[in-house]
């Protein structure tokens, strides 16, 4: 009877044991869910205090930033229409003193053709009385062609006789420099390659209307 008690006490002491065993993995299973509910409740209430708070750090940010840009974009503003004014009032200062000087220049360019035009009209009205006071050539000995040069002057014609033949050319201006037109006359009549022709227009004319006759006739029916 008594090992039978003493099997019985083994027997349930291992069943306790056992029991207990189990009775702390559950334990520590359930401690372990609970820690982990606790720390996703936890984590949870952490993110959403950290978001609500970056949201409300952002929105104060991009009001600051708001604020900030709309005073350097108002100071920028009245900086740039300050210096927009400063170089709006130097370019017409310097438009103006511009503008005085060029109506001073087109004044004293239109005097200078003024007096251009005048000396010119002068010039060719005295230029026959200039050339007969250098060159002894009488009004009448001149012959006004215009171009390629002014005149042709023969020289003793007005007295029933030729004497010399001079090809003039008038300058009214600064400048007594030739154009190239007037420089080939010159040359040619240096280099005497100058000649007389005579042309009879009757005897020519006779000449080409013999030309232009047909080489034979032809007979009517």
Request: proline share 2%; net charge neutral; glycine share 4%.
């Amino acid at each position: 009877m008594l090992v039978l008690l003493i099997v019985i006490v083994i027997y349930f002491r291992g069943r306790i044991k056992e029991l207990s065993a189990r009775v702390d993995v559950l334990a520590a299973e359930r401690a372990q869910r609970l820690f982990e509910e606790w720390r996703a409740k936890e984590l949870a209430a952490v993110k959403s205090q950290y978001e609500e708070q970056y949201a409300a750090l952002k929105r104060q940010l991009e009001q600051q930033h708001a604020e900030l840009r709309r005073e350097v974009e108002a100071q920028y503003a009245a900086t740039f229409a300050e210096k927009v004014e400063a170089v709006k009032r130097e370019y017409e200062a310097l438009f103006e003193k511009w503008k005085q000087e060029y109506e001073e220049k087109i004044r004293q360019d239109a005097v200078q053709r003024s007096l251009a035009t005048i000396l010119g009209r002068v010039g060719e009205e005295l230029a026959p009385l200039i050339i007969f006071e250098k060159l002894g050539i009488g009004p009448k000995d001149l012959r006004h062609i215009g171009t390629p040069v002014d005149y042709v002057a023969f020289r003793g014609l007005s007295e029933g006789r030729v004497d010399e033949i001079v090809f003039i050319e008038v300058k009214t201006g600064k400048s007594s420099s030739l154009s190239d037109r007037e420089k080939a006359v010159k040359r040619v009549v240096e280099e005497k390659r100058v000649s007389f022709v005579v042309i009879n227009v009757k005897e020519e004319l006779e000449r080409l209307l013999r030309q232009s006759e047909p080489p034979f006739k032809i007979e009517q029916i």
